[in-house]
């Protein structure tokens, strides 16, 4: 069975500083890591995908992969208020891997004005 | 627009009342997906279909049913709903990434259905 963990929260962050989201997950040949972010009531959008060890930027954010420790992890910088929401972590274990994306619980993210 | 459609959006039946939920993708997408959110549970994938009449199950299959007979339409239905069946829906889909395995995933709306 695979499994995302991260940790529920809610995390509370004051506005402008760095807002930092954690997962770890199980399956050992996962190859695509996603993070999505959830407002309440509505969908998941994708704001974050990556694929090789290391950091990899994008405005605000930067995701972090280590996959020896199995750990992948969200930056947010500049937090705002438009950034609370609920931030799912996705797992896909690839080689061609047809179940698709196992997602934790996700982490409430709370930004203080 | 590249999108994914559910409809409908919202629903409030009563048990043993057959329904389907619709979800449609003009992406030409190959993988497509349902999965049910809950609170506490996150999201739990239902069926997934890799592409035309291929379907398999997900980690919560029981109650549903699902069929893929066009590329951009994957219905999930109900043949008998039951309270337990209460939840915010989500269909998703995805173009292969090979040959890592598929790629991100593009959620629909949502459907929040109501089984009384």
């Known amino acids: 069975q695979k499994e995302v963990e991260q940790n529920s929260g809610p995390l509370s962050v004051p506005e402008g500083a760095i807002a930092s989201l954690n997962c770890t997950y199980s399956?050992?040949?996962?190859?695509?890591f996603f993070w999505y972010r959830q407002y309440s009531g509505k969908s998941p959008e994708l704001i974050m995908s990556?694929?090789?060890?290391g950091d990899k930027e994008d405005g605000r954010f930067t995701a972090q992969l280590n996959k020896a420790s199995q750990y992948v992890s969200l930056l947010i910088r500049d937090s705002q208020p438009s950034d609370s929401a609920t931030y799912l972590c996705?797992?896909?274990?690839?080689?061609?891997?047809?179940?698709?994306?196992?997602f934790g619980k996700g982490t409430h993210l709370i930004i203080q004005p | 627009e590249a999108q994914v459609t559910q409809n409908p959006r919202y629903l409030i039946t009563v048990t043993g009342k057959k329904l389907t939920v619709t979800c449609s993708q003009n992406?030409?997408?190959?993988?497509m997906s349902w999965y049910r959110q809950d609170p506490g549970l996150g999201l739990r994938q239902i069926y997934y279909s890799m592409n035309v009449e291929v379907t398999d199950k997900g980690d919560v299959p029981e109650g549903y049913k699902v069929s893929r007979k066009e590329k951009r339409n994957f219905p999930l239905i109900l043949e008998s709903p039951s309270p337990n069946q209460t939840s915010l829906y989500f269909c998703a889909s995805s173009p292969p990434v090979y040959p890592s395995g598929y790629n991100e995933q593009f959620f629909g709306p949502g459907t929040r259905l109501t089984v009384l």
């Open positions: 990556i694929y090789s060890n």
């Open positions: 996705a797992v896909n274990s690839g080689g061609g891997g047809a179940d698709g994306l196992t």
């Open positions: 399956d050992r040949v996962s190859q695509s």
């Open positions: 992406m030409n997408h190959e993988y």
